[in-house]
């Protein structure tokens, strides 16, 4: 199936740094979402995007729904232990009945205490 | 956030038997729901769109006859494995779209892990 470029595809990183990834595509998007999985368990929705270049915020993540409707990021400022797990963007579609998401690649994020 | 929930978590069975996974949204209707599956490392993959009332629609290279969808209900999903075979053992995952609120957002179940033997 169709997917997204997610990067990085991980990253290593110590506690108090500020992490930043992103998704491209080359389709148009009305819609992103950004999900956080832990091993094991289902993606946990942590910001959705509806307009192209707003900008949201959830605690120490905030996300941005890129101008050209094509890309989105995410940072993570001063991370902390438990922002450890795979991050995945996923994109919704102009039209269609069925509204899929198409998700990215996802990016693992491991945090040195 | 909404709540969605699966059973069962895990669950281990025979080659050549079905295994039913249930989804079902607490919180909210859902006149949509997904069923994916995830393979370690990878990202999901959806395999289908549940619609209240009517037929899946089914993903390229999915089978409708492998993967049974039923969505009796606002609230309830469900995904028959059948006759399943050890390539199948897999981490099924659905989701339920809320648009309630003027919103348009998709939650997770927290997964299923089937293991064939």
């Known amino acids: 199936g169709q997917q997204l470029n997610q990067s990085p595809q991980s990253m290593f990183i110590q506690e108090g740094e500020d992490v930043s990834m992103n998704c491209t595509s080359s389709?148009?998007?009305?819609?992103w979402l950004w999900y956080k999985q832990d091993p094991g368990e289902g993606p946990v929705l942590l910001i959705a995007l509806y307009k192209a270049g707003e900008l949201t915020s959830n605690g120490r993540l905030t996300a941005q729904f890129g101008i050209t409707r094509k890309d989105s990021f995410l940072n993570i400022s001063a991370s902390i232990p438990s922002d450890v797990g795979i991050y995945f963007c996923a994109g919704r579609t102009l039209g269609g009945a069925t509204n899929k998401l198409i998700f990215g690649t996802g990016t693992l994020l491991a945090v040195q205490p | 956030g909404a709540v969605v929930s699966q059973h069962p978590s895990r669950v281990i069975c025979k080659s050549g038997t079905s295994v039913k996974i249930e989804c079902r949204s607490l919180?909210?209707?859902?006149?949509?729901m997904f069923w994916y599956r995830q393979f370690p490392k990878q990202s999901l993959m959806l395999m289908a769109t549940?619609?209240?009332?009517?037929?899946?629609?089914?993903e390229q290279g999915v089978e409708k006859d492998k993967f049974l969808i039923n969505h009796a209900s606002l609230t309830l999903s469900t995904l028959t494995v059948t006759s399943a075979h050890p390539e199948d053992s897999s981490f099924y995952i659905c989701?339920?779209?809320?648009?309630?609120?003027?919103?348009?957002?998709?939650?997770f179940g927290p997964g299923t892990r089937l293991t064939v033997l």
């Open positions: 549940s619609n209240e009332g009517s037929k899946a629609t089914y």
């Open positions: 989701s339920a779209r809320d648009t309630s609120g003027g919103a348009d957002t998709q939650y």
């Open positions: 919180d909210f209707q859902a006149t949509t």
């Open positions: 389709s148009i998007f009305n819609t």
